[in-house]
Every structure is written in C-alpha cells, then in structure tokens.
C-alpha cells in the first residue's frame, strides 16, 4: 500500500476510533444522569477530546445525541436477535440486552417529561413490539385478531419493566429472572382468548 494510502487508512480509522469514544461516553452518561443535565464538557470529558472535537464531529449537542440514539438502536437489534426459534431463545437474548441496557431504558423512561427523551422512548416501545412480533412469530396463530391479544401480552410479559419487577426489585439472578420470563411467554402462546377477550 502507498505511504499516502496508509496513511489515509489510519487517519480515517482514528477519526472513527474518536467518533466512537464520544458516542460510548454519551450513553454511559444517560446511565448515570439526566439527559438534560449531559454537557459537552462532561462528554468531552469522558471521551478524553476537547468541545470543539465535539462539535467538529456533530455540529452540535442535539447532533450528538441523535448519533448516539442512532448507534445505541442499531446496537439493540443485533443484540435482541435470537438465536433460535423458541421462546427461551429470545429471552436469553433479551436478558442480554437488558442486564446491560435495562437500567439505561428505565432511566430514560423515568425522564419522558422531556421532549428530546419522549423521541427516544416512543419509536423504542415500538421497535419492542416489532420485536415480540419477529421473535415469536412462528408461534403466534394466524387469526389476526388473536394474533393481536397475545402480542399485546407478550409486550407486557418481556417489557422492560418485567426485568425491573424481577431481577431488581425482587433481588433475583439473572437464571432465575430468565426462567420466570420463559414460562411466562409459554404461559402467554398457550392461551386461547375468548371472543370477549379479543
């Protein structure tokens, strides 16, 4: 490879090494305070730039965060895919994402007063429900109106708040939180809804 070439390489792969420590910063500050109450300086900070570094890279505070949802949703999808096709599957990897983000989703949760942190929540309890649609798909049935009641209860059942009610308020470990997960998603594809229920 030419000097120059290289040396391109290696300039553009610090630049996206910097990118990323002020993204990684970002998030770890969401899990640690308000979003309101991050600044530029704390970002910078952490991710040992300067402000101006900062803004060089998004323009602005709002530009900053943005990326930072942007990364931490295509991070939570590859995370959340499972692998396999039961239900234990998908909560293992569900479990895989909340004991490492549930915390962070609970605070941001607890904060959607805020207009900026209401754009983060909302699109995210959709791509929940998207979620529970693709991860147990091969077990829903096919009646549309059926369909619609179990996943209406299997978003409550492997909601955020589950793992919140389980693992932190009842103090339980991560195997047992699981397995109270898996036969309450078995508990829920094994129910027959009555016309009224539906």
Not at 16 to 31: F, Q, S, V
Not at 37 to 60: E, K, M, N, P, W
Not at 140 to 153: F, K, S
Request: net charge neutral; glycine share 6%.
């Amino acid at each position: 490879m030419p000097p120059r070439s290289y040396q391109m390489g290696a300039r553009a792969a610090s630049t996206a090494a910097t990118r990323d420590e002020m993204l990684t910063a970002t998030i770890t500050l969401a899990g640690t305070r308000p979003l309101a109450a991050i600044t530029l300086d704390d970002v910078a900070a952490l991710a040992g730039v300067s402000v101006q570094t900062v803004l060089r890279h998004f323009g602005s505070r709002d530009g900053l965060f943005d990326a930072a949802v942007e990364r931490g949703s295509h991070q939570v999808a590859a995370e959340r895919t499972p692998a396999g096709p039961t239900p234990a599957d998908a909560i293992r990897a569900l479990m895989d994402h909340y004991e490492r983000l549930g915390d962070l989703v609970l605070r941001l949760l607890a904060q959607e007063d805020d207009e900026r942190v209401r754009r983060i929540t909302e699109p995210g309890k959709g791509v929940h429900r998207t979620w529970v649609v693709d991860a147990f798909a091969v077990h829903l049935p096919q009646d549309p109106a059926t369909c619609e009641v179990l996943v209406d209860m299997l978003v409550v059942a492997t909601d955020v708040y589950a793992w919140k009610l389980l693992r932190r308020d009842r103090g339980l470990s991560r195997p047992a939180t699981e397995a109270r997960l898996i036969a309450l998603v078995r508990a829920v594809l094994a129910y027959s809804p009555t016309p009224t229920a539906r």
